[in-house]
């Protein structure tokens, strides 16, 4: 609860919901307070009446307001639903249960009930009161965004605007004319589209809220034109939308981030009047110096050399040209043409601007030097910088300590890192960059002395604990490496992720102390700790509702480690059971049935284990037949990446559940498939090591160790720092056995439990 309540009177709440319902704007206080004080106050009248239909509708407003805002719709529905029951307000009731199953999209998204259930209710609330224009207009948004039923939509939305008059909160009255233009737009029907605008202009121009809805209705005011083939009306309305927001941008369920500049320029290119084109390039300048930059496609794989690539070029230059007597236009723009340049890896270009302005451009150089990958002219430039400017001398030791650590010269980045540390003093993040690098270099030693300085600096648990503790554990030191753990425990997040739990959230740190014990032997201390992960586990199911199945096969996981068979395998059964509802439900997904399958090893029942990873074989197969038979070629379908990722991920899986059922005779004619297509993928850039890694680890389950070898030696000549193609090479030459991860595929959809 809020401090310093207003204690609303009922008749304060009752005016505080007609402003809402006459689209006012509420004062400060009552948008910080209004909602939660309103409720609770509402809520003590109805304990003494709790079937005060007024008090109860009055409440009702309120919850939908909130819930508006909040996205929580279910305590209005509740109350509604009470209120039916009571017959009371009958068509408000109704339209307010439509209208909260209608913004609660993930009550009604898919769900075709629910979809019919909303348009009764609005019917009905129609049947009984024909005159409140927002009825109408709901109607029309659920036919249009939901049914598509494009002609009815336009029906109810012209008879909301022929109504105009409503008595609903967060109603539309004052853009029914603005939402017809847009959806005759949007349907092809320009001079429909042309007629409702005008409609707009004529009647309730001043509604608009901001000027981004201004500039808006201008922007697609001259879509509707150019549509139209009144081109003049068109430019007119474009530039109107671009003198109210220069940065004007559609972006809703009609158009896609479509700027009013583009628009524009776009139109004079059309009308091949290739100046004034220039022109309003040239003027975007002077209002928003990156404005241009709002015109660059989003694929802009073949932008470089384009028209409207030396277009921008010009207009940044002319006005460069011509601000010779307002330096700081002509820096800015300079500066501006630059990092254009540099976008588009011109560096030449981008630092023959950056010579004729002042230090931070110099910096600029040095930057741009960096990014091209030319260190040892970004150091130099660096150190011009230090002779020019010496009061600048602390920044430019971190620039170079930082050039020459992306160099890999990783001693002469401690030095100039420990140069800082000279001039600044001990500040914690230099000792964090140096950990960083001897921890790269596996100089774990030093590595430690500069995390604790770091630390001690800090004087506080941090996220420098825990790769502290990485390190100790690296060097066996698992005492130390346990505090440091504890002590990174303290600050551990505790929030869940996606499927499920963070990496290095608290249970995560809980587990990883536990196992680090067990290490030392330390049977006693390694239960107290995986008896805290469980207890962790209880209470991110009681928090967090939809991930327990996560956390329950989590709890079971930890149950076998601490020798408790009977609980785990009460926990597992309970999921397999899960498992068969789910998989009733969804009979082709092979997943689901992985999922049980090993639930059943973890039972030690292998014949119920081998009997249903038969069946995901055999949902494999489907698929992948389904696939081959489609003939999908990358010449004819441009969903052909998306489609043969999953074609992969098919294959893969299937190459493993043979493995799982013994049958290697079938697993490796797919593992040497999957690695064909692999190969096709591969380029000579960084990009490669992607494919490059599942190559070698096929060839691992293949129990080729030379292709491996020579897979994991291509990936460090593309990646020097690769550790991970470091440490395989190692187990590789010494013979070590080899892991590999149980499945290979593009995209990862394998659930957590």
């Not at 309970?574 to 999922?595: A, F, R, T």
């Not at 949902?619 to 969903?639: G, H, P, Q, R, T």
């Not at 990446?641 to 697993?667: C, G, H, T």
């Not at 060839?699 to 292709?707: M, R």
Request: net charge negative.
């Amino acid at each position: 609860m809020l401090d310093n309540k207003k204690n609303y009177t009922i008749e304060e709440i009752k005016e505080l919901i007609n402003k809402k319902i006459n689209n006012e704007e509420l004062e400060d206080d009552d948008v910080l307070y209004f909602y939660e004080e309103a409720q609770e106050i509402l809520k003590k009248h109805l304990k003494k009446d709790p079937n005060n239909k007024e008090l109860l509708f009055l409440l009702a407003l309120v919850q939908y307001y909130d819930s508006y805002i909040d996205d929580e719709y279910k305590k209005v529905i509740a109350t509604l639903k009470k209120l039916l029951n009571l017959n009371y307000k009958k068509d408000k009731v109704l339209y307010y249960l439509a209208a909260s199953y209608y913004y609660d999209r993930y009550c009604y998204d898919n769900n075709k009930k629910i979809q019919k259930e909303i348009i009764q209710l609005l019917e009905n609330a129609i049947e009984l009161n024909g005159k409140d224009s927002e009825y109408w207009y709901l109607l029309g948004k659920v036919h249009f965004f939901v049914i598509k039923d494009y002609d009815k939509a336009i029906e109810f939305y012209k008879k909301a605007a022929e109504i105009n008059y409503t008595e609903t909160i967060w109603n539309n009255k004052e853009y029914y004319y603005y939402t017809l233009g847009k959806i005759n737009l949007y349907l092809g029907k320009s001079q429909n589209a042309v007629r409702y605008f005008k409609k707009v202009k004529k009647y309730s121009i001043d509604c608009f809220s901001d000027f981004h809805d201004e500039s808006n209705y201008w922007h697609y005011l001259g879509l509707s034109y150019e549509k139209n083939g009144q081109y003049d009306e068109a430019l007119k309305s474009y530039e109107k939308a671009l003198d109210i927001n220069v940065r004007s941008e559609l972006d809703d369920y009609f158009y896609d981030c479509l700027k009013a500049l583009k628009s524009l320029y776009d139109l004079y290119k059309k009308l091949g009047k290739n100046d004034d084109a220039l022109y309003a390039l040239k003027d975007s300048i002077e209002k928003d110096i990156s404005a241009p930059f709002m015109i660059i496609p989003d694929d802009d794989k073949d932008f470089k050399g384009s028209e409207t690539y030396n277009d921008i070029i010009e207009a940044y230059n002319d006005i460069i040209d011509d601000s010779w007597h307002y330096c700081q236009s002509a820096s800015a723009c300079r500066e501006m043409l630059a990092d254009f340049y540099k976008r588009y890896r011109e560096y030449d270009k981008a630092i023959e601007l950056y010579n004729q302005i002042s230090i931070e451009n110099y910096k600029n150089i040095a930057k741009t030097y960096r990014e091209g990958k030319n260190y040892k002219k970004a150091i130099n430039a660096y150190k011009m910088i230090i002779k020019m400017y010496p009061d600048n001398e602390l920044n430019c030791y971190i620039d170079i300590a930082s050039t020459y650590k992306n160099a890999e010269n990783y001693n002469e980045a401690i030095d100039y890192y420990n140069k800082a540390i000279e001039i600044y003093g001990k500040k914690s993040d230099y000792y964090i960059n140096i950990a960083e690098i001897y921890e790269k270099l596996e100089n774990y030693e030093e590595a430690i002395k500069h995390y604790n300085k770091a630390i001690e600096i800090l004087n506080e648990p941090c996220q420098y604990h825990k790769k502290l503790a990485e390190c100790y554990e690296m060097l066996g030191k698992y005492n130390n490496a346990i505090e440091a753990y504890k002590e990174y425990l303290k600050i551990a997040d505790d929030e869940p992720f996606l499927y499920t739990y963070i990496r290095d959230s608290k249970l995560d740190i809980l587990k990883k102390i536990a196992s680090l014990y067990d290490k030392l032997n330390d049977i006693e201390s390694k239960n107290l700790y995986y008896e805290k992960a469980i207890q962790k586990c209880r209470e991110l199911i009681k928090k967090y509702k939809r991930y327990k199945k996560e956390y329950l096969k989590e709890t079971a996981d930890i149950y076998i480690k601490i020798v408790n068979k009977e609980e785990a395998f009460e926990i597992y059964n309970d999921l397999i059971k899960e498992c068969d509802k789910e998989i009733s439900k969804n009979k082709n997904d092979y997943e689901l049935l992985k999922i049980q399958a090993d639930l059943y090893l973890k039972i030690d029942d292998k014949e119920s284990a081998l009997e249903t990873y038969n069946k995901a074989i055999e949902v494999c197969l489907k698929k992948i037949k389904s696939f081959e038979n489609k003939k999908i070629s990358s010449a004819d379908n441009d969903d052909y990446k998306n489609n043969i990722d999953f074609y992969m991920e098919d294959l893969s899986y299937l190459a493993w559940f043979y493995q799982k059922v013994s049958r290697p005779d079938k697993s490796i004619p797919i593992y040497e498939e999957l690695i064909k297509i692999y190969k096709e993928n591969i380029t000579d850039n960084e990009n490669s090591t992607f494919y490059l890694e599942f190559i070698a680890e096929l060839y691992i389950k293949l129990n080729q160790k030379d292709n491996a070898l020579k897979t994991y030696k291509r990936i460090l000549k593309i990646d020097k720092y690769n550790n991970d193609a470091k440490e395989k090479i190692k187990d590789i030459e010494s013979g070590k056995e080899l892991e590999t991860s149980c499945i290979f595929g593009l995209s990862s959809r394998i659930l957590i439990i």
